[in-house]
Every structure is written in structure tokens, then in C-alpha cells.
RNA sequence: GGCCCCAUCGUCUAGCGGUUAGGACAUCGGCCUCUCACGCCGGUAACAUGGGUUCGAUUCCCAUUGGGGUCACCA
């Protein structure tokens, strides 16, 4: 049984570089039929706050990654990491350590002294040190200086690091808690963690803990690092390249399975298939499609693979989309139903990048008095235009079935009596209906506003036409 | 600096010894057209460098260069 883990620190915003390492372990998880474990890596007590892991656990909710164990919270385990490194300094792999940081530091500074570029080990100094009752100590491990450790990754292969870069760190500090190895790896063992997918930021974590594993005497799991998620300019990607957290994306107008999606393909592909339902995905997603170079964030084509979800039913179905639209057209003050916003989804379908983009351009159609665009007004509901909108009024008043086609026809042999083409009317109907120059297809815009609603304002962009003098285009409003 | 990792269009990537080096986004033309979009057609654009191995290297090996990660009582 597979059993896969997402563990961040609450200490922030959840980042969509931790969004990526979540999808991945969650792909596996349900891939393979196995366990998606939550844990919350909370034992920095300075940095970790209660908003993050809320805002932690709402991305993940949002984003549809759902967890099926936890989430497990380390300042509440901290028994068993002291019962483990107990165990450790009992078998003598681990050893208690009365150095303070003040002397530790002292004598980094000693050795900085006498070459900058040497690099501090801890000199060894306690490793068999009797115990001393009441001072305070930190547990270390007890890192053998020779050998190495050779593991395989399950996208970059075979890894060896000499033991002689590790030096005796710290199991467990001085007031009791873990440090992020050993916490971590005490946790994945009493989960009883399968295979570890994470940054490669955390590569260099894994010779330690895989010394840990084995001083435990527990299995090792498997390993799985990610490249990373680097910002145009090459640096480390953070909030000073816009937006990177995930809920910025749930309040810009992404949609869930497009963040997925976007993320997904980076450092991942399956063959030319570009987008992806999360059914799809579950189903080609592997470790040995995955890359193994760092790679660069574009933020516009993420917006395009958004598009191309809003645009597809298939991906995004009228009602998910609609339930989704409507909180952002409430946000402009509109309250249309939920009944009402599905239906007019596929106004939008092809046009909107995302659910604000789609609410702007819908809010003609829930505003009763349309917002009038003050150059479009200025050069469509001119005087020469009145007399076809009222000739389309008329047209349209008489209509019995209302809908796009009927419309369609019905304007069409009506222009052609008039020996007009369609584009000497559109502009100013459009203009008269939407307020805007741009909108979606005039038929379906009438047939969605309803026979009323468009006679109304047409009538109304007759009357603004009128006021004006023909062919001058330009006149202000009386 | 030590240790580890990486390297195909501007970006994400396909390629797993022999290809006109493919796709997507972006970009530039054009078509479609009631506007905006969608869609369609086409263009520009990449194997970091130097050595090997091989009949033959983008592909395998080694260097160089470049980039990244990490060196805490953070995670």
C-alpha cells in the first residue's frame, strides 16, 4: 500500500511551488489506489502561526487536493520524538551535546578567523561527554565520518554523498523539539511513509535521514525530488513575481484543476497532451516522465491553460462554472441567481481567461442599466443610427419564438429589405444592449436578455441617438 | 569554497544513436467575422562549448562553461 505525504510548515501563504509537491504526492496517492497523509510541521514555534495552517488547509480544500489521513500536527507528537532520541542516545548513534550555542558560535567564529571559506563542523567535543544532570543539551547524531550514502531517486537516479559532508547535527533541541529531520523522519516511520516526494531543496536533507532510518532500524522509503519552480528572472520565486500563492489564484479567477494543470506539466509531460482533466491525470501521471531540470514560471501560460479550461464543458461544466462565476459577480454588487448565471455561462465560454474576465463581461447582462461606455457611446448611438434601432425594435417586437437562430434569420431578411448589411446595425445595437463595443454575439446577447429587456434598451439608445447631430459623432450629451 | 544536482526554441517540453529536431504558450503574418473572442492556415525561433566512443551523436562518456540547491538548537 502506498502511502504518500504532504508536510509543510505553517509560516506562510501555501506557495504554488508547495501546491506542485502536494499535486504530486496526491497523483500517486490516488494512482495507485494508496494513502495522501497531511502533516503540519509546525515545531518552529517562532515563524509557524494558526492563519497559515488555515491558509494551508483551504488551498489544499480549494484546489480539490483532499487528504485522507490528518492532518497531524508535530507540536502535539513531541513525546515520541523525545522517546525516539532517547532511544538513539541509549543505543549510543546518538549522543547529548552541552555545547551553547554561544560556544558553538564562538568557535565558528575562530575558524572563520583563520579561513573564510572553511566550513564549520561541530568539533566532536561531547560525543562522550558523562552525563551532566540539569544543564541544558541538544541530542546529535553520531555521524560516521567515512562511507557514504547511496540511494535511488525516483527521478534523478542514483545519488551518493560522502558521509564526511554530514557533520553530528541536532536530533532534538534544547527545549524538546524536533528538528525538521528528525521530526520529519520519526513521523514518516510511525506513518509508516512509503515513498517521499518533495523540492529538491530537500535532496541534501536525504542522506541524514536515510542515516536516521537505519539507526531506527526502521524501512527506508522511497525518494522522489521535484526540480524546482524558479521566477522568470532565474531567482527564487516569491510574492516580488507577482502573484504565488495559491488562494491569489482562487481570488484572480482560476479555476482548481487549471492551477493543477499548469503546475502538473511543469517538470512532468505526457507526450504533446497539453491540458488535462484530473481524471486524465491520475491516469498518466508518473515518476519517469518526470524532469529533472529547474525550470522558469510563466504566468501567461498559466492564464492560457485557465482559458483553455474555461473554455471546454467538458472540463469545467456549466454548473461547476456557474457556481464558481457567481461569487464574483456578487463582488461587483449583482445578485443574480445561481439559475440565472448558468445560463448565461455559455455567453462566455470561449471568451473569458478567467471568472472576473467572464463576470466583466457578463455584468451587462445582470445590471439593469447596462455601464455606457462613453467613446462607444459617443461614436455608435449617433442620430443616423435611431432610426435602426427602432426599425429593429419593431422587428423583434413582432418575433414569436425567441431565440439566437430566430433572431438571426429574423434580422437578416429584415436587412435585406433595407438593403443594408449587418454591420451598419451591429455596432449601435450592441453598443444600445451591452454598453460596450465588445460583447458576445449580438443574436445571443438579445436572445439572452429577453424580448423586453432588449426592446427597452433599444429604445433607450434611440433616444441617447437621438440627442445627437447626424454624422458628428463627437457632440457631447445635451 | 565543500558536497549534491541540472543543461533542446523567449518559456514549459517531446526526443531515449540515424528525425526536414515535434507540440504548447508567447510572438509575427493571413483567413473566418456583427464587435470581442473561438477556430483555422502559415512564419520567426533551440540541441551551451571542447574532447572522446561510434559507420553515425541532441541522444552515451569525460572535461569546461553556465545555472541551481544546501552547508543552523529554520523547514
Known amino acids: 500500500m502506498t502511502r504518500v505525504r504532504f508536510a509543510p510548515s505553517p509560516t506562510g501563504y501555501l506557495h504554488i511551488g508547495g501546491v506542485r509537491t502536494a499535486l504530486f504526492n496526491w497523483l500517486w496517492a490516488r494512482k495507485t489506489k494508496g494513502v495522501f497523509v497531511l502533516r503540519i510541521e509546525d515545531t518552529d514555534q517562532e515563524r509557524s502561526t494558526e492563519a497559515s495552517k488555515k491558509a494551508i488547509l483551504d488551498s489544499l480544500e480549494w484546489l480539490g487536493l483532499d487528504w485522507d489521513e490528518g492532518p497531524f500536527v508535530q507540536t502535539g507528537r513531541l513525546a515520541i520524538y523525545k522517546e525516539y532520541a532517547e532511544r538513539l542516545v541509549r543505543e549510543k548513534k546518538a549522543f547529548r551535546c552541552y555545547c551553547t550555542k554561544e560556544e558553538l558560535e564562538a568557535q565558528r567564529e575562530e575558524l572563520k578567523k583563520k579561513d573564510p571559506k572553511a566550513q564549520f563542523r561541530y568539533p566532536g567535543t561531547c560525543r562522550d561527554r558523562a552525563d551532566e544532570p540539569n544543564k541544558p543539551f541538544v541530542v546529535r547524531f553520531r555521524t560516521p565520518s567515512e562511507g557514504a550514502v547511496t540511494y535511488v531517486d525516483k527521478v534523478f537516479g542514483e545519488i551518493t554523498t560522502p558521509n564526511a559532508a554530514q557533520q553530528d547535527f541536532v536530533l532534538l533541541r534544547s527545549d524538546g523539539m524536533p528538528l525538521y529531520n528528525f521530526g520529519a ?99 498518466a501521471f508518473g515518476w519517469e516522465a518526470c524532469g529533472r531540470g529547474d525550470g522558469k514560471f510563466d504566468a501567461k501560460k498559466f492564464l492560457a491553460v485557465n482559458h483553455a479550461h474555461l473554455k471546454e464543458q ?165
Not at 525518494?223 to 528572472?233: C, D, E, N, V, Y
Not at 494543470?261 to 481524471?279: A, C, M, P, T
Open 314 to 478: 467538458r472540463l469545467v461544466p456549466d454548473d461547476d462554472y456557474a457556481k464558481r462565476l457567481l461569487p464574483f459577480v456578487e463582488q461587483r454588487g449583482l445578485t443574480p441567481t445561481l439559475a440565472a448565471t448558468k445560463e448565461a455561462v455559455p455567453l462566455v465560454r470561449e471568451r473569458a481567461t478567467t471568472f472576473i474576465d467572464a463576470a466583466d463581461r457578463l455584468d451587462f447582462v445582470f445590471r439593469s442599466d447596462p455601464v455606457m461606455d462613453e467613446a462607444a457611446t459617443a461614436k455608435f448611438l449617433v442620430a443616423d443610427a435611431a432610426p435602426h434601432l427602432r426599425g429593429l425594435a419593431a422587428q423583434l417586437e413582432g418575433m414569436t419564438s425567441w431565440n439566437a437562430q430566430a433572431i438571426d434569420t429574423r434580422m437578416h431578411d429584415w436587412l435585406a429589405e433595407l438593403g443594408l448589411e449587418i454591420k451598419h446595425v451591429a455596432q449601435p445595437a450592441r453598443v444600445a444592449l451591452t454598453g460596450r463595443t465588445a460583447s458576445p454575439g449580438l443574436f445571443e446577447v438579445i436572445a439572452a436578455l429577453g424580448k423586453s429587456e432588449t426592446l427597452r434598451r433599444l429604445s433607450r439608445g434611440a433616444t441617447l441617438a437621438d440627442a445627437r447631430d447626424p454624422g458628428r459623432g463627437e457632440k457631447p450629451k445635451a
Open 185 to 283: 523522519v520519526v513521523d514518516d516511520v510511525s506513518m509508516e511513509i512509503t515513498l517521499v516526494a518533495r523540492g529538491r531543496d530537500h535532496m541534501v536533507n536525504t542522506p541524514p535521514q536515510i542515516m536516521i532510518y537505519e539507526a531506527l532500524g526502521a524501512r527506508v522509503p522511497e525518494f522522489a525530488h521535484l526540480p524546482m519552480m524558479l521566477a522568470q528572472s532565474g531567482e527564487k520565486l516569491s510574492k516580488r513575481h507577482g502573484a504565488v500563492s495559491a488562494l491569489e489564484y482562487r481570488d484572480q479567477g482560476y479555476t482548481p484543476n487549471a492551477v493543477l494543470n499548469y503546475l502538473v506539466r511543469f517538470g512532468w509531460s505526457h507526450g504533446d497532451q497539453e491540458i488535462f482533466s484530473k481524471d486524465e491525470l491520475i491516469a
